[in-house]
């Protein structure tokens, strides 16, 4: 009887904790969507209040109109847009890349897997200046292009975790596939990809995630107000020289989460799976 009481004290400890935890680490996410339906004063004045005293729907609605007759709608559109095909592009070219590392032999792999692997201990901050002169020596500045056509080119992050989940598939099915008359390509999208699922939609969970909260490529390449992104569109709420709408940006801000919140709630059981690189075993 004392262990089973024991054992329901524990529990209820546990799942106090998990609770007080998971407040703690959700309340600036809390925060900002109340701070989206107050009004400008109730934001400061009453910062540490979560419900508003005043609901302002219309910070969703001022906030949605834009600024410079350009509308939220625009922001989104342009997101998806760069986030939608990053996404592809670095999946896919990863999926073959990976594949050629795991299965294929040819010269010359082990010191270009090497130099794919160094590729990753570089800061970013190194090739900012490098690429910026080469994608305007080619007349790409103020497009997508500089945000998009990288990723066709593969991410080592995503071929070193595809390579570990593929590694982990049996090579008998691929000689059973080459008996059978299948070549490279046949057995990578018939054999490999079907049983590289989760791996590749962990990645595109990932890709899809980091290119959509980008803030950096864009205000580095894009200059018209048409083709900003959502989080570049954000910072043009902020006015120094003016009163800053705080609703209106908060509201923008939550909107923005929506499309990130959904994707990780439909797809996070892929999640552990592909981190996990475990795959079948022999």
Same mark, same amino acid.
């Given at each position: ?40 004063? /109730? ?8 419900? $508003? ?21 625009? !922001? ?9 095909? +990053? ?15 795991? %299965? ?13 692997? +160094? ?10 200046? $490098? ?24 991410? &080592? ?12 598939? $049996?090579?008998?099915?691929?000689? #059973?596939? +080459?008996? /059978? ?6 057995? !990578?999208? %018939?054999?490999?990809? &079907? ?7 962990? #990645?595109?969970?990932?890709? !899809? ?14 200059? +018209? ?9 954000? %910072?043009?709420?902020? /006015? ?18 929506? &499309?990130?919140?959904?994707? !990780? ?10 981190? #996990? ?6």
């Amino acid at each position: 009887m004392k262990m089973k009481k024991k054992g329901y004290i524990n529990t209820l400890l546990y799942h106090a904790f998990i609770w007080i935890f998971g407040f703690f680490m959700l309340y600036p996410v809390l925060w900002l969507i109340s701070s989206s339906f107050k009004g400008h004063a /109730d934001i400061f004045q009453r910062a540490h209040h979560l419900i $508003p005293t005043q609901w302002e729907f219309s910070n969703y609605i001022e906030g949605w109109k834009g600024f410079g007759g350009i509308s939220f709608a625009v !922001f989104f559109k342009n997101s998806f847009i760069v986030a939608t095909l +990053t996404t592809i592009g670095q999946v896919v070219s990863s999926a073959f890349v990976a594949y050629g590392f795991s %299965r294929i032999r040819f010269k010359g792999k082990k010191i270009l897997f090497g130099c794919m692997i +160094t590729t990753m201990l570089l800061p970013s901050q190194v090739l900012i200046i $490098p690429q910026y002169i080469m994608f305007s020596k080619l007349g790409w500045i103020d497009s997508f292009k500089p945000l998009i056509v990288p990723a066709f080119f593969g991410l &080592p992050f995503f071929i070193f975790l595809m390579m570990q989940f593929i590694q982990g598939i $049996p090579k008998e099915l691929d000689e #059973s596939a +080459t008996i /059978d008359g299948c070549n490279h390509m046949g057995i !990578f999208l %018939r054999i490999i990809v &079907p049983l590289l699922v989760p791996a590749l939609m962990t #990645s595109a969970i990932f890709a !899809f995630y980091w290119k959509w909260q980008d803030f950096f490529g864009p205000l580095l390449y894009l200059q +018209t107000p048409g083709k900003y992104t959502v989080s570049l569109a954000l %910072r043009m709420f902020s /006015d120094p020289a003016a009163v800053t709408n705080w609703g209106a940006m908060f509201a923008m801000s939550a909107l923005s989460l929506v &499309p990130v919140v959904i994707l !990780f709630i439909a797809f996070q059981k892929y999640i552990v799976e592909g981190i #996990s690189t475990s795959g079948l075993k022999g």
